[in-house]
């Protein structure tokens, strides 16, 4: 569009009236070299072998290969041809601005026995060829993992499927969790409501709201997932499944008195349900016989 040889407007004209700048009038693309192009083409050759590789593993196999290279000119020359290492997102929560979010209800209460309050969260696990994301929910008093689901999809079922498994133990009386997607979907929170289940989340950036399950990720990764080299999920699954019955029945907790997650769980469940029992027994007459009356009305109501 811009006429270097027009004799009635100079080019500085030209520009001013399209609103280009002259700089862009005079750039010239760049001539990639031969030597650029082969090494792009091996580029190429690793990456259809190897796509999870970045640019800094493909530096050193370049070097491998004879290649004499920075690593700033591999990512550059990546840019160029368009490659880009497969790798699992970092961040697991995203949300979903239509959904409802509910208030954090942890705070300043005192959790003083199990299935008062449990966590859920979800976290991804690194394989050799992809990765899976794992869900998990904690009770946080005794940190026993109560339930666990591991799957290929980002997706609410997984989490559905990690929850109904911890049922089959208990019921908490408030579910806290993060602003995730999974966690504020209809699916999730009808599920909770319909269980009678009080919905916490954290606010907003505050992973430190569900801490608890964050060590467990940190203890999980660090003892034994970073140890292995996972080739399938049935592997995978076989080494997280065997972590948790590890973490919850042999693992000596600090914060529990070196004791395990199991032991404070069934030590303190047993001392709840005494105290429940005491309570009834110190019931007034009146109050025994109102009960009776009630639970007699509920059966004739459910038979």
């Not at 491998?64 to 041809?81: D, H």
């Not at 290492?85 to 995203?94: L, Q």
Request: with cysteine; proline share 3%; charged share 25%.
């Amino acid at each position: 569009m811009i006429e270097h040889e027009n004799i009635t407007l100079s080019v500085r004209k030209q520009c001013s009236l399209l609103a280009v700048t002259r700089s862009r009038v005079y750039y010239s693309c760049k001539r990639i070299d031969d030597n650029a192009v082969t090494i792009m083409n091996e580029m190429r050759e690793i990456y259809e072998k190897h796509p999870f590789y970045g640019y800094r593993r493909m530096h050193v196999v370049l070097n491998q290969k004879g290649y004499i290279i920075n690593r700033k000119r591999v990512q550059r020359l990546m840019n160029i041809a368009g490659i880009q290492a497969i790798y699992p997102k970092k961040k697991t929560t995203k949300r979903n601005k239509s959904h409802k979010i509910y208030p954090y209800l942890l705070r300043d209460i005192k959790i003083d026995r199990p299935n008062a309050v449990w966590g859920v969260d979800i976290t991804y696990i690194r394989m050799k060829f992809g990765f899976v994301y794992l869900v998990a929910l904690i009770d946080v008093f005794s940190r026993k993992i109560m339930g666990w689901s591991l799957s290929i999809f980002l997706e609410t079922q997984p989490c559905l499927d990690a929850y109904i498994q911890a049922l089959e133990l208990a019921k908490p009386e408030i579910l806290n969790s993060d602003q995730g997607c999974q966690f504020t979907s209809d699916a999730w929170i009808s599920k909770l409501a319909g269980d009678g289940i009080k919905i916490s989340m954290d606010g907003k950036g505050r992973w430190a709201d569900n801490v608890y399950i964050e060590r467990f990720w940190r203890s999980l990764k660090y003892e034994s997932v970073f140890l292995q080299s996972f080739e399938t999920v049935a592997q995978s699954r076989k080494v997280i499944e065997q972590y948790i019955r590890f973490y919850n029945q042999e693992r000596p907790h600090q914060a529990l008195g070196y004791k395990t997650p199991d032991q404070v769980y069934r030590e303190n469940i047993n001392e709840y349900e005494s105290e429940a029992i005491n309570k009834e027994k110190n019931l007034s007459p009146t109050l025994i016989k109102k009960k009776i009356e009630n639970s007699q009305i509920q059966a004739t109501f459910w038979s």
